[in-house]
């Protein structure tokens, strides 16, 4: 490496970029296992080497080790511990968070027995015969589903891909969730299925809702946090722009015998027509489309048309949740941008609360692309 840019990787910095890199000695292939050495030539770590990549290596370790199905069955195994620890009262969770848990470029995520996996780097590619047995062993699934559909992967030089690894994936995987069953569809649905991040958000929802209180659920995807609130006896409504979203969010409330109600509709026509109702809570969970820093102004000003919009419809006092879950879009931003559309509306707004991911999606503090979802709580005055 370029002297000096050795110390952000003892730190425990995953990724190497371009410029740092001085000379790439012999010819390592695309997707190789190579070893990253210091300025002074000494051994800094062992990584994934893809010249074609923003981040030609990303390091999996700075002990000189064997990179072997037991390599990857004790960081499995240290990722289970973890989540066995926080991920309480359910059964679907992320195991493996890529540079979270010291495995660049492989995210795993449990529905039951069912597991679905994203492999977001050409040497984790080639590395799947290595990793795989060892999840096997470690995990004992009934199945495993390759999810890699991400657009991401072009820039290793992988196309999107899907596939059963193991097993028979099932289309929809039964899980249950703070008492609540849910069909998550691993195979077709928004991220893996589910959106497992929010879990402690729905049940912070859940603690504060009173009954009787009215709460709208903008992309409400499969209606998760409308059932949490319709369970703790509000009158709810959940509006997706997905057909499919909007039955499967019906069903689940069927499933589960709660009163719900779900519309389809674009978030921003529906909140921008004339309204009667008013409601105590607002939810704003819009889709990720910042995935790079050239992206950040379309999210921001998404998140400041839908402020903007759900504030005349919020009963003063009431609880407006923003979420923003892509890291390009920091938390000073969320916070800046709802509060420029309360500015705009000439509305108080206060700020009650923030969270973030649960700790089955760990942010590394050395690693603050890691942190990537966060959640404002507002109160209108």
Known sequence: ?????DKKIRHFYPWVQRGEIASVQGNPTPGALIH???????FLGIGLYNPQSRFPVRVLTLQDELID???FASRFRNALAIRERWARDTNAYRLLFSEADQVSGL????YDRHLTVQVRALGMERLKPVWL???LETLDPLSVWERSDMEGRREEGLPPHTEALFGDPPEDAPIIESGLQFLAPTRSGL??????DQRENRRLLAAQVLPGETVLDMFCYTGAFALYAARAGANVLGVDIVPDHVERAAAHAGMNGLEAQFEYANAF????EPRDTLYDWILLDPPAIAKERKQRDSLKWAVWKLAYLSLPVLKPGGRLVVSACSYQFPLNELIETVRMAASDRETLLYLD???????DHPALTQFPESLYLKTGWFRKG
């Open 191 to 196: 991220k893996t299925g589910f959106y497992l």
């Open 69 to 71: 199905s037991a390599f």
């Open 36 to 42: 990253l050495l210091d300025s002074g030539g000494e």
């Open 133 to 135: 047995p060892a999840l």
């Open 107 to 110: 995210i795993i995520d449990r």
């Open 353 to 359: 609360q923030v969270t973030f991911q649960p700790p």
């Open 1 to 5: 490496m370029q002297g000096g840019r």
């Open 269 to 272: 026509e529906w909140l921008a």
